[in-house]
Structures are given as C-alpha cells and as structure tokens.
C-alpha cells in the first residue's frame, strides 16, 4: 500500500460496521484492493507507515468493524512516523502542548497519556488517547469507538468511483452530558478517585461476556494509583477496556 487513505474518509468509517464484500467495495473506491479475510480471522490489522487500522469480526461470520485507529509520532520501535493527515490538525512532531490546544483539556492525564472524548460530525462519540515520551513529544494517537456499532454505507457517488465529499473533521470535543459524568479511567492509567471499580469492555467484543464477568473485572484502587489491567489478549485489546468507578467501599 504506497498511498495513503485520506484522513476524513478514514474518519467516517471508525465505528462502522458492515458486511465484508461492502468493506472491500469501501476499499476499492479508493483504489485499494484488500483481500477477503479467511474464515479463521477474527481480527485484522490494514497497516501504511505509521498508521495502522484495526478491524474486528462482529456480528455474523461476513461482518466486520473498524473500532481504532493508531497514528505513531516520534517512537522507539522502528516504525516510521505517520506523515499523512492527522487529527485535529496534529503533525509527527506535535507535543504535549499541540494535543491540548487541538482537543481541548483533558479528561485524564496520567503524565505521559491524555485522554479525551471527541465528537464526530454525526454526533458519535470516540475515545482518544495520546501517548507522550519523556519530553512531551507524541509517540501515539489512538482513536478508539466508545458507543454501539453505526451501518457501513457509502454514498452511491462513492460507489460508482468517485470520491465523495469529505466530512467535518472529528476535532471538537464532545459536548458533557445532562447527566453526571461517570468517573472512569483507563487500564494502567492513574486512578482520579478511591474505590471500588469494574472494567467494562463494548457488550459487542467477542470475549466480553467472559472479561466482564472474571476475578479482574473488579478492583479496588486508591487516588492516585495505577490501574490494574484485566489481561485481554491480544494485549493491544487492552486499551478498549474502560473502568468504571462504583462506590466509595469495598
């Protein structure tokens, strides 16, 4: 894959789910020819230098999800950084700084990750987490889907080849709700507020019945400390896992 998908089109598709002969149509449009996943696939990964696109087989045995996006700035792992289009107008060489200013404060900040929820054009919400090394520069952004599955559709001009119109950019944080905000925190983030926990994973993750309901799915923290993880595999799962705060006791 030697070009690159544009970044508002990408955009659309995260929390979208559909049938896998839509998803390759969906490529296609775009001039990307991607292979039909072979029936053992639960997961799949589409990857370009510094961006990678995970898809997930949800309902049905035809029908998959994109559920997150990961864009790799400055890192030790010898991947070469994204340079394409980023979020909220973001580069490789953003900072700590940079992220604040494109999305606004934070609603976790552990030192080395922010946390944020972002609002989409269509009014979905999607989490995102910004990786930072020692001295503030971004090694990662990760957008990750937050609610229920959207259909995948494409606009009939798209369909016929052609590109269709770009949305807003996925860049303005989400509106707080009428309600309380629950409290939440992230699996190894730093824990805003003592007591008793449990980690939640979307109802539609294949192993969710069983991760929501294991030994590690409760679990008791002190402000300030760092969150334990539930031990989803493959370890990268990890990050989908959201802990939510129950009550003061034990």
Known sequence: MNAWPPLQWTLSLLGCRGPEPVWLQAWASIGFEIKPASARQRQRTLHWPGLFLKLRRTQGENHWGLHGLHYLGQNDEGEPPWAGEWPGGLSASATCGDVGKAFGPAELDTGDTLTHTLQGPDGRQFGVVSA??????LREL???????????ALPAETAAGARAPAPAPISTPAAPPAHASPIICGSRGIVPKTGLYRAWL???YHDAAYYNHTHTSYNYKQE????????VVPVADEALVIWVWV???R
């Open 202 to 204: 979307p109802h539609d």
């Open 142 to 152: 990760s957008l990750i889907r937050l609610e229920d599955w959207s259909a995948l």
């Open 224 to 231: 300030g400390e760092v969150m334990g993880a539930v031990g």
């Open 247 to 249: 009550r003061a006791e």
């Open 132 to 137: 930072f090394d020692d001295e503030g520069r």
